[in-house]
């Protein structure tokens, strides 16, 4: 906690409904989220049982310094990933982290299973167990409205409200978390273990206040940050025109996952660009909490609701690069309003846009190859058929038939069921992000702790590449450097767009500003201590880096950086996993 030197942890038991609350000295030196959050996932998981059982762990943390600084935004949940059966790691904006702060709560760890559908209701002095039953089954809309109405006569700080939609009720293994309006804990699937647990919605609300001791000093550092963040290039395109910016130079490249990989390029890709977006559906831009950039890029279209009478409503779905490959050019979608649509019907039911994407387009590539049949899929599923891919979302979240059921468990899970492995693009159990760049992105994945490209940027290091030689342990030293410095960024909790806004000079100075003296050594000690924990977690959970195989189809369609070598692939992964030998011992 700020000016303290303790870590305040809420223990919630949705069994028993019994709380408690430690402050702790002895986890300060992980900093804040994702090495405290890491630390007490460390401590209170059972590797013995799986992800869904009542007795796993849920941890939330925000960061040593969230909100009080632009951009320190976000809020880390970590669980065992049903998706993966092993780290499950998420991260979202909006209010959460603001209100978790202004209620005196630094992490929260939830265990258990409620004997009915619950939501929690905490506030700076107050927690109590709601019956959700009313809720169960509602969307993410709904139940937001249901659960301000409920405590309006409570409410006297900030809220935040999140919750599951029917897809982690039905536990999808990749059902996503909304945060307040916008924002998601989107990968992995903490969806499906909230929803295992009848955890329908979290409220939090805070209203205190922590003055600032050396406002001077304080407000300095601040409006150096305020400034790097509004008034120079570096984060410009993200309010700009936002991540979609990224779609047509990475098509030029040849790097965007289209048609389930069966290509690089999509020729419809200045149909689907930032641009277009901007111009056909962009209405306004929202920020989270506490970020002055405004980077959440909301479109509209206008749906018909009535058969007869030209009755219509106005939908306004955030989008972003993610969401249009994954539910775009990776199914051959050519309109953004058809992409907008798409995004909706996803959101709604409460599921990560890009494993729902990745695992349509391997079960329509599964479908024309005849290994699975219509009756499998319901809907003949076809590239570019958006309405077909409307209906099927909705029979993945309702798990409608075995085929959805299968398909619900990830892409991994179903091609091990049905066949068609070799296009199943998923790395290490997750389905692809929308990179395909090099072996940055691809091997940067497999040893991710969470499987993700936003773990260590492999992309990055593709696109800063100057030729198209590699070197296998220059590589991945390059991967094991960003994987062990995000872990640093991300014990701030910051949205890793203001990475280069954060150099580690002003990460000192904003500590220093708050009364905390803190070394560059000693950043890089916390760095180290958090992956190691990380690498314990997916230890004591049975991952084997030297066992992960890559898709066949990742060698066969050429990368940005041409087509790749299968075998340098494996000696990239083989060079990192001698390097973190020594690193699970960091203390």
């Excluded at 395909?436 to 990055?460: D, E, F, M, P, Q």
């Excluded at 997916?538 to 299968?566: C, H, I, N, W, Y």
Aim: net charge neutral.
């Amino acid at each position: 906690m700020l000016y303290q030197n303790t870590i305040r942890v809420l223990y919630i038991d949705m069994k028993t409904q019994k709380i408690r609350i430690e402050d702790r000295e002895d986890l300060k030196k992980y900093m804040g989220g994702v090495g405290v959050a890491s630390k007490l996932l460390e401590e209170n998981i059972h590797p013995e049982l799986p992800p869904l059982d009542p007795a796993q762990p849920v941890v939330f943390a925000i960061g040593a310094l969230s909100t009080i600084y632009p951009v320190l935004t976000k809020t880390v949940a970590m669980f065992i990933s049903p998706l993966t059966g092993e780290l499950g790691e998420s991260y979202a904006g909006g209010r959460m982290a603001m209100c978790m702060f202004l209620a005196g709560i630094d992490a929260i760890v939830i265990h258990g299973k409620a004997d009915r559908p619950t939501y929690l209701a905490i506030s700076s002095n107050d927690i109590q167990f709601k019956d959700a039953r009313t809720l169960w089954n509602n969307n993410k809309d709904s139940v937001g409205r249901l659960i301000r109405d409920d405590n309006k006569r409570a409410h006297g700080g900030k809220r935040s409200i999140i919750r599951i939609g029917t897809a982690g009720e039905n536990q999808v293994s990749f059902a996503c978390v909304t945060v307040d309006r916008y924002r998601h804990f989107g990968r992995l699937g903490l969806g499906a273990v909230l929803g295992s647990k009848y955890l329908k919605a979290i409220s939090i609300v805070g209203d205190r206040s922590v003055p600032i001791q050396n406002f001077k000093r304080y407000f300095k550092a601040y409006q150096d940050l305020y400034k790097k963040c509004v008034t120079t290039e570096l984060m410009a395109k993200y309010h700009d025109i936002g991540t979609p910016v990224n779609i047509e130079p990475l098509n030029a490249a040849g790097g965007l996952p289209t048609l389930n990989l069966r290509q690089n390029r999509f020729e419809h890709a200045n149909k689907v660009s930032g641009e277009a977006f901007s111009y056909l559906h962009l209405v306004r831009k929202v920020a989270c909490t506490g970020c002055p950039v405004g980077c959440i890029h909301i479109g509209q279209f206008k749906r018909e609701f009535a058969s007869h009478g030209h009755e219509y409503e106005t939908i306004s779905v955030a989008y972003d690069y993610e969401l249009i490959y994954a539910l775009g050019t990776f199914l051959g979608i050519k309109k953004p309003r058809e992409i907008l649509e798409l995004i909706e019907e996803v959101e709604i039911l409460g599921m990560d846009a890009m494993s729902t994407g990745v695992v349509l387009g391997w079960a329509t590539e599964a479908l024309e190859n005849g290994i699975i049949t219509q009756d499998d899929t319901i809907v003949p599923l076809k590239f570019g058929s958006y309405e077909e891919y409307l209906e099927a979302v909705k029979y993945l979240a309702a798990g409608k038939n075995k085929f959805y059921k299968s398909l619900g468990q990830g892409v991994k899970y179903a091609s091990e069921a049905y066949g068609g492995q070799d296009y199943a693009m998923h790395i290490a159990g997750n389905e692809m992000a929308g990179y395909h760049t090099g072996y940055g992105s691809l091997v940067g994945s497999a040893v991710a702790a969470r499987h993700s490209h936003l773990c260590n940027g492999g992309y990055a290091i593709d696109q800063g590449l100057t030729d198209n030689n590699v070197d296998p342990d220059e590589m991945a030293q390059a991967l094991l450097n960003e994987e062990i410095e995000r872990c640093m960024l991300n014990s701030l909790v910051m949205c890793l767009f203001a990475r280069k806004v954060y150099d580690r000079e002003t990460i000192i100075s904003a500590f220093a500003a708050v009364g905390e003296d803190i070394t560059d050594d000693e950043l890089t000690a916390t760095a180290r201590r958090i992956y190691a924990t990380k690498l314990r977690v997916k230890k004591a959970l049975g991952f084997k880096l030297q066992s992960v195989r890559f898709p066949k189809r990742f060698f066969e369609t050429p990368s940005m950086r041409g087509v790749l070598d299968e075998n340098m692939a494996y000696e990239i992964l083989k060079k990192y996993h001698e390097k973190i030998s020594d690193l699970e011992t960091a203390e």
